[in-house]
């Protein structure tokens, strides 16, 4: 269960209304119309807003279809900071995917559906798709970091991009093996997508883990018998 954020002041709390006014037109015309066939102008005027105020929110039309990348990333960061250190980062970057994804569900946070049309719009459009990309490194900073906070080691170390790494292949890996996830209601989508992940989560940790684990305590047990011959020798 995510924790309840502090509530902002009021001006605050106008200013994520508008924006995410903004970001919900924006997705529902793109989406509709197609990225290119939609003007800020559009957005807007469907806003209510004027086009330099969401130009003041946005610098770039492609900012605003990717802002639930942006706003994901800081979700996750927040959440993974909430679970108990075990020593198994992994295994609380999953807890971390399926606790933000379930108040998804629940209206807690962002809409799954925001997450349905912005992938649609990135498939459709070749630019926003290149601007994803570039917007991909900042939740991937926000992982390393957090990891690293957790760890007591730096960003960049091996163990970090190790671990963010293996999470994200497992991620990834786990969405593209459904690829209607895009297509269904949102409830049912959001819940397929942990589905499909725990899936290959469960599979990564059968096939990798576990016989690496097996392996290490079979060394470990011929070792501890060879000592135990050489002293009865």
């Given at each position: 269960m995510l924790e309840s954020?502090?509530?902002?002041?009021l001006r605050e709390r106008k200013k994520q209304q508008t924006?995410?006014?903004?970001?919900e037109v924006a997705l529902r015309l793109c989406d509709a119309?197609?990225?290119?066939?939609t003007t800020v102008e559009q957005i807007a005027d469907a806003a209510d807003v004027s086009p330099r105020t969401v130009n003041r929110y946005f610098e770039?039309?492609?900012?605003?279809?990717?802002?639930?990348?942006?706003?994901?990333g800081q979700i996750i960061g927040d959440e993974l900071r909430n679970q108990p250190v075990t020593g198994n980062e992994l295994q609380a970057l999953f807890d971390t995917y399926?606790?933000?994804?379930?108040?998804?569900?629940?209206?807690?946070?962002?809409?799954?559906?925001?997450f349905q049309q912005m992938q649609r719009i990135v498939r459709a459009s070749p630019t926003v798709r290149a601007r994803s990309m570039e917007l991909a490194d900042t939740k991937t900073v926000t992982i390393h970091n957090t990891l690293a906070e957790r760890l007591g080691t730096d960003p960049d170390s091996l163990t970090v991009r190790l671990i963010?790494?293996?999470?994200?292949a497992i991620l990834r890996t786990g969405m593209e093996c459904d690829n209607t996830l895009t297509e269904r209601e949102p409830v049912e989508s959001a819940r397929a997508s942990i589905s499909a992940v725990r899936g290959a989560f469960e599979e990564f940790v059968q096939r990798c883990v576990l016989p690496l684990t097996r392996g290490c305590r079979a060394e470990r047990n011929t070792d501890d018998h060879a000592v135990e011959t050489t002293a009865i020798g």
């Open positions: 954020p502090a509530q902002p002041g924006r995410r006014r903004i970001i119309q197609g990225f290119d066939a770039l039309k492609e900012d605003i279809v990717l802002a639930p990348l942006q706003d994901f399926l606790a933000v994804t379930e108040a998804s569900i629940a209206g807690q946070t962002l809409p799954f559906e925001w963010a790494g293996t999470w994200h």
